[in-house]
């Protein structure tokens, strides 16, 4: 599988380099936005372009394999994670900073086999990083090989929360909630607007953890390769294993400082991709 998984790899870098042009391109000019779910949660032209350009080169290469993508999703399509090896995109990660001209927005490619994430590709073309990783590889970032913080304490930490889409009063109480513990028991907090910039953060060593409620299978497929690969863990923020289709994530530098976090936080259940 290994040799297979590096073609994926050259395809994946291939294409997210060539939707890093468009999104650079666009990223100047004025946007068609559209919303979604809510009035927070939004979409443009570029979007779905992106997602466009990203499948057809896949399906091109490897015909038989499976798609899930962001807008594919949103438009009615199929959220189904079996098996077979399976592409996750998110076209635009970061569309509000994207929309807004805030540099943190990317594009996000990972792929699962038998469930499992095996690789992840993360172009941020605007701040001019390319996050890459194979299961078993390490993880990278502009080709230079990525670590994750060493320190072990969260009142050592820097750690990134994200407000979200979702304005569904009690959760963004219980979010509200969170950010309280969280800022009175760490360094700082932060927040960029793209989980998968986030898991790179993490995963570069910059920051200790990420906890956010509300993000898709998408946000997360390739974030989770790369972070595993230079070193951390991903959890459910329960502390529990994570489940890629139950919209939650825990990120750390080590299973202590996210355990450390899972305990001063609480829960909250989504609705299911
Ligand atoms: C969003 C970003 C953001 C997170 C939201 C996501 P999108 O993805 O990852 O950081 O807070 O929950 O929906 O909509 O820009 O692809
Ligand atoms: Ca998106």
Redesign the pocket.
Known sequence: MGDMVQEYLKIAVEVAKKAGKRVKTDFYKNKNIDVKENFA?LVTETDHAVEELIFNRILEKFPDHKLIG?ETVSAGGHCELTDDPTWIV?P?????NFVHGVPHTCISIGMAINKQPVLGVVNAPILGEMYTAVKGQGAFCNGTKISVSTISELNRSVVIL????SRVPEILKTKVGNIKAVIENCHGIRCY????I?MCYVARGSHEAYM?H???VW?IAAGVVILEEAGGVVLDPSGGELDLMNRRVLAGCSRTVAEQLSAITQNIDMERD
């Open positions: 949660d962001e998110d635009i990660d970061g569309t509000t994200e407000g979200g889409t607007g793209s989980a998968a986030n956010e509300g993000i898709h946000d």
